[in-house]
């Protein structure tokens, strides 16, 4: 088992940042791949952005190019997401999960955390 806790999320304004942290415990969390996904009211649950155990290969979602960088540090166990340029769009609650797999795929990832909100204020 692997447990997830996400942190970070909160109110920015409209082309502000923020710095979303995911850390891993249980299992050894840096065998796995990771990725933030995430959802708003109404709407599937999206792809974000994925990187391998490794780090070398990260997937950024077209609409966050740019704008997110994914990141980890397999020392800490812990994944991160560096959101510059944040849209009203981009409000939502987002995921870290983990996984072994194709990183650009949703159904690679076992193990999700709570989530944390996300709101980007106009």
């Known amino acids: 088992q692997v447990q997830l806790v996400e942190s970070g999320g909160g109110l920015v304004q409209a082309g502000g940042s923020l710095r979303l942290s995911c850390a891993a415990s249980?299992?050894?969390?840096?065998?796995?791949?990771m990725g933030w996904f995430r959802q708003a009211p109404g709407k599937e649950r999206d792809l974000v952005a994925a990187?391998?155990?490794?780090?070398?290969?990260?997937h950024h979602a077209d609409s966050v190019k740019g704008r997110f960088t994914i990141s980890r540090d397999n020392a800490k166990n812990a994944v991160y997401l560096q959101m510059n340029s944040l849209k009203p769009e981009d409000t939502a609650v987002y995921y870290c999960a983990a996984g072994r797999g194709t990183i650009a795929t949703m159904r690679t990832y076992e193990y999700w955390g709570q989530g944390t909100q996300v709101t980007v204020s106009s």
């Open positions: 990187i391998t155990w490794s780090g070398s290969i990260t």
């Open positions: 249980g299992r050894t969390s840096s065998g796995y791949d």
